[in-house]
């Protein structure tokens, strides 16, 4: 543990362990990418993911979470986070989120992706971009020896470096520590910040930008776990987990460990495996 908010560091076994459930998490994501077009549901995507993880032998980290009733969250448009998949059926120019979470021998992965369905509006690719590349500039910011409150430092200066009308970073909603339980401290913020705890090997994160196309105000509906925008403005959500080591991070849920995007902000990855 390290500090007052009792941040658990893992070991290296640890993070290879959680490195599987990463894997797991980042074939149902691609399953659920590869399914969504026009026409299908929000509980057909669930259906999709569920299906991989539990043929992986995980269990989904969200079914039953709080009362949580599906295994994905799948928000549309002006749905932040948290959308409860159902009978809604997905149309042209949607902008789709999907956010999965799975365990694995008693450890969690978490990550998330953002889709337009064809014909998408350019402003709404636009966000979608913006928002992956505020993720992973914020885990480059990952480097041992550095601060936590360096993340939500990268992802703001990355999203107001973006053309075009100013986006909106949702703050109420952050990143955070998993390992043995999906949300763990510390936070991890998508803004600027207090500086935050040391980062050391063995910290890992979830790191989850949320940007909109207008104001960053939200609300929760009726359902008590959909998050919409108040002015009803598209919205994006990315997110991986990843694990620091000794020589640098290393992304749990990119098939790739993250090597291609962070080397292309001049960051090297640290696998393990």
């Given at each position: 543990?390290?500090?007052?908010?009792?941040?658990e560091?893992?070991?290296?076994?640890?993070?290879?362990?959680?490195r599987r459930?990463?894997?797991v998490?980042?074939?149902?994501?691609?399953?659920?990418?590869a399914?969504?077009?026009p026409?299908?549901?929000?509980?057909?995507?669930?259906?999709?993911?569920?299906?991989?993880?539990?043929s992986?032998?995980?269990?989904p980290?969200?079914?039953?979470?709080?009362?949580?009733?599906?295994?994905?969250?799948?928000?549309?448009?002006?749905?932040?986070?948290?959308?409860i998949?159902?009978?809604?059926?997905?149309?042209?120019?949607?902008?789709?989120?999907?956010?999965?979470?799975?365990?694995?021998?008693?450890?969690h992965?978490d990550a998330?992706?953002?889709?337009?369905?064809?014909?998408?509006?350019?402003?709404?690719?636009?966000?979608?971009?913006?928002?992956?590349?505020?993720?992973?500039?914020?885990?480059?910011?990952?480097?041992?020896?550095?601060?936590?409150?360096d993340?939500?430092?990268?992802?703001?200066?990355?999203?107001?470096?973006?053309?075009?009308?100013?986006?909106?970073?949702?703050?109420?909603?952050?990143?955070?520590g998993?390992?043995t339980?999906?949300?763990?401290a510390?936070?991890?913020?998508?803004?600027?910040?207090?500086?935050?705890?040391?980062?050391?090997?063995?910290l890992?994160?979830?790191?989850?930008?949320?940007?909109?196309?207008?104001?960053?105000e939200?609300?929760?509906?009726?359902?008590?776990?959909?998050?919409?925008?108040?002015?009803r403005?598209?919205?994006?959500?990315?997110?991986?987990?990843?694990?620091?080591?000794?020589?640098g991070p290393?992304?749990?849920?990119?098939?790739?460990?993250g090597?291609?995007?962070l080397?292309?902000?001049?960051?090297?990855?640290?696998?393990?495996?």
């Open positions: 543990m390290l500090g007052r908010d009792r941040i560091l893992k070991t290296p076994d640890q993070v290879r362990a959680m459930a990463g894997l998490v980042a074939d149902a994501l691609a399953a659920v990418r399914a969504a077009r026409g299908l549901s929000t509980d057909d995507l669930d259906a999709v993911a569920e299906e991989v993880i539990r992986a032998g995980a269990v980290s969200f079914l039953g979470y709080h009362g949580f009733p599906r295994s994905l969250c799948v928000s549309v448009n002006e749905e932040v986070v948290h959308g998949p159902g009978a809604r059926v997905l149309v042209p120019g949607d902008v789709v989120s999907v956010d999965c979470g799975a365990v694995l021998d008693g450890w992965g998330a992706f953002t889709t337009v369905l064809e014909p998408a509006d350019p402003a709404d690719t636009a966000l979608v971009e913006v928002t992956e590349r505020s993720m992973w500039a914020g885990i480059a910011a990952l480097a041992v020896g550095g601060r936590l409150g993340v939500g430092a990268a992802v703001e200066a990355e999203v107001e470096r973006a053309e075009g009308p100013p986006l909106g970073i949702v703050e109420g909603y952050v990143g955070h998993i390992g339980a999906m949300h763990q510390p936070e991890v913020l998508n803004h600027r910040g207090p500086r935050g705890p040391k980062v050391r090997a063995g890992c994160v979830a790191v989850e930008p949320m940007v909109v196309r207008g104001d960053p939200t609300d929760v509906l009726d359902d008590e776990w959909t998050v919409v925008t108040r002015d403005s598209r919205a994006a959500h990315w997110e991986h987990s990843v694990a620091v080591g000794e020589h290393w992304v749990l849920t990119s098939p790739d460990g090597r291609a995007a080397a292309a902000l001049g960051v090297a990855v640290a696998p393990l495996d």
